[in-house]
């Protein structure tokens, strides 16, 4: 499979706890995501690496959230002291570097629940 | 008011009608627009590109207005599989921007 992997699917913690997502994006994107998504709603945006830069991250994460990718390759998000508004589903996407349109192709989730 | 606005629906159609999304977005400076396709508990998967020109892609026709800050999707000779949310995405840069998604049941 090709496609962008991520791991776990599914998370169950409790308040309080840290926990740390894996996303492998397609092997020659070099553009990666975060996403961070509630029911009803669509994704949020909350950071993007090029290669292994973080270039921008949303005001959504708070000093407890923080992404690496440090080879440029799997990335993962860490959750310091989950609190239940942290449940959510964390979606990762990869694009390539292309000039005009930006198509991102996702993951299929960790759906995070913080009890 | 949110950037990419969706009537989330949900629609309810029969098997075989045709069916239009509409959605609007407030930042003139966006660059590309996309349809996205969720199911339930899935991750969202890219439906079409929506270019200035319009663009169809067998049942499905996308049309995009600049001017208006419009964008739409057709489905025609819809079917059971079509069931699913539907997101309207614009982008600029790196950045998508995602509306809420409107919901489409097909019913038999």
């Given at each position: 499979?090709?496609?962008?992997?991520?791991?776990?699917?599914?998370?169950?913690?409790?308040?309080?706890?840290?926990?740390?997502?894996?996303?492998?994006?397609?092997?020659?994107?070099?553009?990666?995501?975060?996403?961070?998504?509630?029911?009803?709603?669509?994704?949020?945006?909350?950071?993007?690496?090029?290669?292994?830069a973080q270039l921008e991250k949303?005001?959504?994460?708070?000093?407890?959230?923080?992404?690496?990718?440090?080879?440029?390759?799997?990335?993962?998000?860490?959750?310091?002291?989950?609190?239940?508004?942290?449940?959510?589903?964390?979606?990762?996407?990869s694009s390539p570097k292309r000039?005009?349109?930006?198509?991102?192709?996702?993951?299929?989730?960790?759906?995070?629940?913080?009890? | 008011?949110?950037?990419?606005?969706?009537?989330?629906?949900?629609?309810?159609?029969?098997?075989?009608?045709?069916?239009?999304?509409?959605?609007?977005?407030?930042?003139?400076?966006?660059?590309?627009?996309?349809?996205?396709?969720?199911?339930?508990?899935?991750?969202?998967?890219?439906?079409?590109?929506?270019?200035?020109?319009?663009?169809?892609?067998?049942?499905?026709?996308?049309?995009?207005?600049?001017?208006?800050?419009?964008?739409?999707?057709?489905?025609?000779?819809?079917?059971?599989?079509?069931?699913?949310?539907?997101?309207?995405?614009?982008?600029?840069?790196y950045q998508l921007i995602w509306?809420?998604?409107?919901?489409?049941?097909?019913?038999?």
């Amino acid at each position: 499979d090709t496609g962008v992997s991520q791991n776990p699917r599914h998370k169950i913690t409790k308040r309080g706890q840290n926990v740390t997502f894996r996303c492998d994006p397609i092997s020659e994107h070099n553009r990666l995501y975060w996403y961070r998504q509630t029911l009803g709603q669509g994704p949020e945006f909350l950071t993007y690496f090029q290669n292994e830069a973080q270039l921008e991250k949303s005001r959504l994460l708070s000093d407890r959230f923080s992404a690496e990718r440090p080879k440029g390759s799997f990335s993962t998000l860490e959750i310091q002291r989950t609190e239940q508004g942290d449940s959510a589903m964390y979606l990762c996407a990869s694009s390539p570097k292309r000039e005009a349109y930006n198509e991102q192709f996702f993951g299929p989730g960790t759906r995070l629940t913080v009890l | 008011r949110k950037e990419v606005e969706q009537d989330p629906g949900p629609f309810n159609v029969p098997e075989g009608a045709t069916v239009a999304f509409n959605c609007t977005y407030s930042n003139s400076a966006s660059q590309s627009f996309f349809w996205y396709r969720q199911d339930c508990r899935k991750e969202p998967k890219l439906l079409m590109s929506v270019y200035s020109s319009g663009n169809e892609d067998g049942r499905f026709t996308a049309q995009l207005n600049r001017a208006s800050q419009y964008i739409s999707l057709l489905i025609r000779d819809s079917k059971l599989s079509d069931s699913a949310t539907y997101l309207c995405v614009v982008s600029r840069n790196y950045q998508l921007i995602w509306g809420a998604g409107t919901k489409l049941i097909i019913k038999p």
